[in-house]
């Protein structure tokens, strides 16, 4: 069997051309869409993440404000940045680009940010809503990975999801996702005994660690579906996942390739909550 692969790019690109129409009818209302993007230091990997989003943002006319502090940048400093974002009417969303640099604190500045411009949903607003099931703030990178499976009509109701990595950013908001869909979910982490035993179990294998390739054709069950949200950079630059995708596609039945997999949906699901923040804003 050769795996259906899942075209990340394909399925935001038809997203994004559905946000686009939206915002061109919010714009019709007076209703102007705009992300903040605050990126402190000048970590290389994080300014490529932030262009390439402020790119995206410009090509679906979301107005970007870009502020870019120094490494050496206080607590207070940042902290005072968000508070004026917070109430400035142009800023529908803050995006607040991770990890920050060492000796500044992640979770006070995040809490900081208003849970109505928490576009990241990485606030305790946010994470609550989402445990609670209520309507919030889903963080990008999980909803995305629930709109690709959407995308291919992969339903977890009844399926076994097993999800590797439990961050705050990705594992554990997906394993939530997953439940709520109904899938029956196993999450793992580096502590975890029998991984291999609990991979090659799944329907819809999950993967979010930061090792390359650490998921082999072994770990997979034939005929799963495989998302890998890994980013991983060779020392030759090459960017690769979690999963061997080589092997790995010849026993799934779906799987995600990276790069063209996760990463495009993720953006695609900043933008997304640019817009819901805008509208929320207006009272639509
Ligand atoms: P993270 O905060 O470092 O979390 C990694 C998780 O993997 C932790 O829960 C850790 O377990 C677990 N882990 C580490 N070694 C393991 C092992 N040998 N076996 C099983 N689990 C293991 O990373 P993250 O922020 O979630 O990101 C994970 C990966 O996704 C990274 O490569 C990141 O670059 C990528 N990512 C991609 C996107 C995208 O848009 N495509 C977005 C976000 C992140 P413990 O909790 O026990 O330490």
Same mark, same amino acid.
């Given at each position: ?52 989003? !402020? ?50 604190? !992640? ?23 989402? &445990?609670?099931? !209520? ?26 999801? &097993?999800?590797?990595?439990?961050? &705050?950013? &990705? ?15 196993? @999450? ?15 329907? @819809? ?40 995708? !080589? ?38």
């Amino acid at each position: 069997m050769t795996a259906q692969i899942i075209d990340g790019k394909k399925i935001a690109h038809d997203l994004k051309e559905d946000l686009r129409k939206e915002i061109s009818s919010l714009k019709a209302q007076g209703i102007n869409p705009g992300l903040a993007v605050i990126l402190v230091g000048d970590d290389p990997a994080s300014q490529k993440y932030v262009a390439s989003k !402020e790119k995206t943002c410009e090509k679906l006319s979301i107005a970007s404000f870009h502020y870019g502090l120094p490494a050496t940048t206080t607590q207070k400093e940042l902290g005072e940045l968000i508070d004026r974002l917070n109430v400035d009417k142009k800023v529908s969303g803050i995006l607040l680009q991770l990890p920050l640099p060492k000796g500044l604190n !992640e979770k006070e500045a995040i809490r900081r940010i208003s849970p109505e411009k928490d576009v990241d949903g990485l606030g305790p607003l946010s994470l609550g809503k989402l &445990v609670l099931d !209520e309507p919030g703030f889903i963080s990008c990178t999980p909803h995305g990975v629930m709109k690709m499976l959407e995308a291919c009509n992969i339903d977890p109701a009844g399926k076994h999801a &097993v999800v590797v990595g439990r961050s &705050v950013l &990705v594992g554990k908001p997906l394993s939530l996702l997953l439940l709520r869909k109904n899938a029956t979910v196993t @999450i793992c982490h580096s502590k975890t005994a029998n991984l291999r035993e609990i991979c090659a179990s799944a329907d @819809i294998l999950c993967v979010a660690v930061g090792r390359a390739k650490m998921i082999t054709a072994d770990m997979i069950r034939k005929g799963a579906v495989v998302i890998d949200v890994g980013i991983n950079v060779s020392p030759d630059g090459r960017i690769t996942g979690d999963v061997d995708f !080589e092997t790995a596609k010849e026993k799934a039945a779906y799987i995600s390739p990276v790069p063209g997999g996760v990463g495009p949906m993720t953006i695609a699901m900043l933008m997304y909550n640019t817009v819901i923040a805008a509208k929320m804003q207006s009272g639509i």
